[in-house]
């Protein structure tokens, strides 16, 4: 019979090779469910998971799509590693797109280099802001981190809505519920003409490098990794549990706020209600699907964005339910979680004895 | 003493993942007698003796109860057929009596009518004083030793299982113990004795089974061999005792004025007004039984927490009452607290990221915050070398490693950061022997460089072998330390017991 087995330490092989084994299982998931669907299961994965890699535009709108799900999954990906849990990703996202969109709108009449790097900065504040309210309410009262930034996303969904129904509202725009589109010097830069690639990608990219240095190299991230793996060892190491909640918050906070601000500057131009699009919740997916590890983070951000170009495409294509995105994102999550179990355990086969005994019973309880 | 026998072993074999735990075990318990089991941790006694309980089931080989093949497939049925168990680890509940505790640990038949009663007359008869009304949680440790033996008495078994019951008793708990096994035996009980400890097997049993990795090397009558001949049977080869010269210490380096600390375990014991000085050169041992704030001491020690009020730590005469861990390393200390996996070493890190969890400062395994992964690997192996630790390789995870060898590892790790003070925790506890003497000589050889040395522990036989001075620790207070050779265990054992109220008013050094 197969019997589940403790490893004495963790499988590196399977650390990195399952990632690959859940994009495999869910395309096989998906090819199944386009079938019971009576669709044509390997057109709609092939204009899932291929179309997209197929021409320049589509693939400056991968990238477009990658760079907000990077930046806050890696944000979010320090603290998860010290067990601390930001869910409230969107939330700071929309602070960040509010704090740097005021400023522009503020500056509306004034032009200048420095009017986009205010904006960053105090869309970077106002995501730090957001992310402080859990974060304090942790360590003062003990309040639980996960319900509390949960429950700011939808205060901070709400004040986006009141905002650009009042005071943020465009003058001259009919009573529409959206701001001013930002004018030239508040736009992101855009890096190849006619597409919507903008100089955020490549701010992500120095991200994506810093933060690896910071994972492997630093004593901070030697510490957020301590304090989750043991907490009693990392007070034991001298490290304040206090002071890596703030960083872990803080962190996390600024990256989703400088994402916001992005999506605010970037492709979409302004303020409008409908600026979150769920970028906070998937970039937790993303978060685990590359390992918490910044380079894995970055190739995760990237397949993620290609499940939404590409199940944008088929949708479009082959009439498809709208909910194939996020059912495929779904499936993908499921499939990560269901084969991590074989980094900590492993498949042993047992052949039952010919003995006078009786088998020994299967357990998972006495491998002292 | 009869000739019968109770229990026949043969052949019984056990194989886990990667370690064969018990290997073609045979041997006999007769009736009325108590029979020592003898080994190293990891020898394959627990196996062996949950085999006999019914927890595990043997891949190989028999057992025969009176003649009759017996094979339990669960502790239940091993009860029915009059095996019971003491535990080393207690399962009693803190927050309920004692007779709802052995209510619920026996079967539901003899729980009825009169139990309350049942467990007086038991407990008078063996001599194990038991107020059934009292909360769990405001007994001793030796009180709720008794509650596991009244429970496993009750279902009048034929043989008792005694997983090393004196680790956790004074000595003078041990002496009430050792009459109330006897008093079983002479009722034709038989009682599988299970210890490390060898004086008491000597004192106590008559005949004595050894294993050593998962066989059986000897068996013998302990009191015609002496300790040290039993010892080198368990660990199979030649044993030297750490040898202490008398030096004389210097100045004082550690010193802890007025230390006291709330606990926040409602039945854990807050550390009150303890006073002490640790010198150059010197091993200071703290006794105690397990529990009566040991832990709470080496956390205000460490600097995991910060003491109440007037309390007043210094270091080679710089105070570091309010300094946190690494500002104390930075100074000089360096520590070995009791818990290795979780506290001493972080488990999923490889063992040379388990270097910088201590060692970053007095080490430079850092500059300007970032891991000097060279640095750092380099002193992992120097600790690997150095101190015998047997691994596949550095960049393995510290869980990967047996408890003896982590414990080798995080030992060699804070030594070689040559301490000025030292604080140690039960360095040795469950270390096998030939392990444990090499970690006393080491900690004799620091002391002689200078180091100050806090050793708390819980075995005697280590404070003995190599203190200076010893104190004991009862129920948070400290008792007036006194020299080793000024001290008999008797007296030792009074002040475990916290019986000694007007030596603890103030200890000076």
């Known amino acids: ?368 | 003493m009869t000739n019968e026998t109770l229990l026949t072993l043969s052949g019984l074999t056990k194989q886990f993942p990667g370690v064969l735990a018990n290997d073609n075990v045979s041997f006999e318990i007769k009736k009325g007698e108590i029979h020592a089991l003898l080994g190293e941790n990891g020898a394959g006694k627990s196996t062996l003796v949950k085999i006999i309980y019914g927890v595990n089931k043997p891949d190989a080989g028999t057992m025969l109860l009176n003649g009759i093949p017996f094979s339990p497939t669960k502790p239940s049925e091993a009860r029915a057929q009059g095996i019971g168990m003491v535990f080393q680890h207690f399962s009693l509940f803190e927050a309920l009596t004692v007779a709802e505790n052995i209510e619920l640990g026996i079967s539901p038949e003899l729980a009825k009518n009169g139990l309350r009663e049942r467990i007086i007359d038991m407990s008078k008869q063996y001599g194990l004083e038991l107020d059934p009304d009292r909360l769990i949680g405001s007994l001793s440790v030796g009180v709720r030793q008794r509650v596991e033996i009244v429970r496993c008495l009750l279902q009048d078994p034929q043989l008792i299982i005694m997983d090393e019951p004196t680790s956790v008793l004074t000595p003078q708990e041990v002496d009430v113990l050792f009459q109330t096994l006897q008093r079983l035996r002479n009722e034709g009980r038989s009682i599988l004795y299970i210890s490390h400890k060898l004086e008491e097997i000597r004192a106590l049993c008559e005949h004595a089974t050894i294993l050593r990795g998962g066989k059986v090397v000897a068996t013998c009558t302990p009191a015609e061999e002496s300790a040290k001949s039993l010892a080198e049977m368990m660990i199979g080869s030649s044993l030297t005792l750490p040898q202490r010269e008398t030096n004389t210490p210097g100045d004082v380096r550690l010193s802890v004025e007025h230390l006291s600390l709330k606990n926040e375990d409602p039945f854990g014991a807050d550390l009150q007004d303890i006073n002490f000085e640790v010198k150059s050169g010197e091993i200071f041992g703290i006794a105690g039984v397990a529990g009566n704030g040991q832990n709470k001491l080496m956390e205000a020690l460490i600097g995991e927490r910060f003491c109440d009020g007037a309390s007043k730590i210094q270091l080679d005469g710089k105070e570091i009452t309010r300094s946190g861990p690494n500002d104390r390393r930075k100074l000089g200390m360096c520590f070995i607290p009791e818990e290795r996996l979780g506290h001493g070493a972080v488990p999923d890190m490889s063992l040379w990221e388990n270097t910088i969890v201590t060692a970053r400062e007095r080490r430079q395994l850092s500059n300007k915050g970032f891991i000097n992964i060279g640095a750092a690997h380099e002193f992992a192996e120097q600790v690997v070398n150095d101190f015998d630790v047997r691994t596949a390789g550095i960049e393995h995870a510290a869980r990967s490693l047996s408890g003896g060898n982590l414990q080798k590892f995080i030992v060699g790790r804070e030594l070689l950061q040559s301490p000025a003070v030292l604080i140690a925790s039960q360095p040795t506890w469950g270390v096998d022997a030939g392990a444990a003497s090499s970690i006393h000589q080491m900690l004799l050889k620091i002391a002689r460089e200078g180091t100050a040395i806090l050793l708390i522990s819980q075995d005697l036989d280590e404070l003995f072998a190599i203190s200076d001075r010893i104190a004991v620790i009862a129920n948070g207070k400290l008792s007036k330390p006194e020299n080793v050779k000024d001290l008999t265990i008797e007296k030792i054992g009074l002040d475990m017991g916290g019986q000694s109220q007007e030596s603890e008013i103030h200890a000076e050094a």
Not at chain 1, 51 to 75: D, M, N, Q, R, Y
């Open chain 1, 1 to 368: 019979m197969l019997k589940l087995e403790r490893r004495k330490e963790p499988s590196k092989f399977m650390l990195y090779v399952t990632p690959f084994v859940a994009v495999v299982l869910t395309m096989l998931a998906g090819l199944l469910l386009f079938l019971l669907l009576g669709k044509a299961p390997v057109q709609a994965i092939t204009l899932i998971y291929f179309t997209p890699l197929t021409s320049i535009f589509s693939l400056t709108e991968l990238a477009v799509k990658a760079t907000p799900l990077i930046l806050i999954a890696i944000g979010l990906s320090f603290g998860f590693r010290a067990g601390i849990w930001n869910i409230g990703a969107e939330g700071q996202f929309i602070m960040g797109a509010v704090c740097g969109g005021a400023v522009a709108l503020a500056l509306y009449e004034v032009q200048g280099i420095w009017v986009l790097p205010l904006m960053c900065v105090a869309g970077i504040i106002g995501g730090m802001l957001w992310a402080a309210i859990p974060a304090y309410l942790r360590i003062r009262f003990n309040a639980n981190e996960i319900l509390v930034s949960l429950m700011l996303v939808y205060v901070a969904t709400l004040l986006l809505s009141i905002l650009v129904h009042g005071v943020l509202r465009d003058p001259d725009g009919h009573n529409f519920p959206e701001s001013r589109l930002f004018h030239d010097s508040a736009t992101l830069p855009i890096l190849i003409e006619n597409t919507r690639a903008h100089l955020g990608i490549i701010v992500t990219l120095v991200v994506v490098v810093i933060a690896w240095v910071f994972v492997q190299r630093h004593i901070i991230g030697f510490q957020i990794k301590a304090l989750g793996d043991a907490p009693r060892a990392a007070k034991f190491a001298g490290f304040s549990e206090n002071r890596i909640i703030w960083l872990c918050f803080l962190t996390s906070g600024a990256l989703a706020g400088l994402a916001g601000l992005f999506e605010a500057a970037g492709p979409v131009g302004q303020l409008v209600p409908a600026l979150p699009v769920g970028y906070g919740f998937t970039a937790i997916i993303v978060a685990f699907l590359g390992r918490l590890n910044p380079i894995g983070i970055f190739l995760g951000g990237l397949l993620m964005a290609l499940t939404y170009i590409g199940g944008e495409g088929a949708q479009i294509a082959m009439s498809l339910p709208s909910a194939t995105t996020s059912v495929f994102q779904g499936m993908l999550l499921f499939f990560l979680l269901a084969t991590d179990i074989l980094i900590n355990f492993r498949f042993r086969w047992i052949s039952k004895k010919p003995d006078s005994l009786e088998p020994a019973p299967v357990s998972l309880q006495q491998a002292e």
